[in-house]
């Protein structure tokens, strides 16, 4: 059975960094798709970065683009989110995302995605 556990999410100021780590087990077959979506009170669920797992080719919402870094760690199962320049915007909780299928859309789609983690909330003061 898959399972994501997130964990690294904390309480920070604005302009301090978090990084974020998503442990996955259960499956032997490489994902296709791995991401990090947020949820903040009140909004909808956005995706935040995405990687492709074989090519290594990565996605960014424009609003953390140049503060935030997926990576990927294949001998460990785990994905990684450095986060950077933290803002009070990016005050949410955090969800690891994967998927095995080539199909469905890309990457940076949450309704591709069948595995969900448990999500780590992220809360950034001014």
């Known amino acids: 059975q898959v399972q994501l556990v997130e964990s690294g999410g904390g309480s920070v100021q604005a302009g301090g960094s978090l990084r974020l780590s998503c442990a996955a087990s259960g499956y032997t077959y490489n994902m296709y798709c791995m991401g990090w979506f947020r949820q903040a009170p009140g909004k909808e669920r956005e995706g935040v970065a995405a990687?492709?797992?074989?090519?290594?080719?990565?996605y960014y919402t424009d609003s953390v683009k140049g503060r935030f870094t997926i990576s990927q760690d294949n001998a460990k199962n785990t994905l990684y989110l450095q986060m950077n320049s933290l803002k009070p915007e990016d005050t949410a909780m955090y969800y690891c995302a994967a998927d095995f299928s080539r199909y469905g859309g890309s990457c940076d789609s949450a309704g591709r995605y069948y595995y969900w983690g448990q999500g780590t909330q992220v809360t950034v003061s001014s």
């Open positions: 990687i492709y797992t074989g090519s290594g080719s990565t």
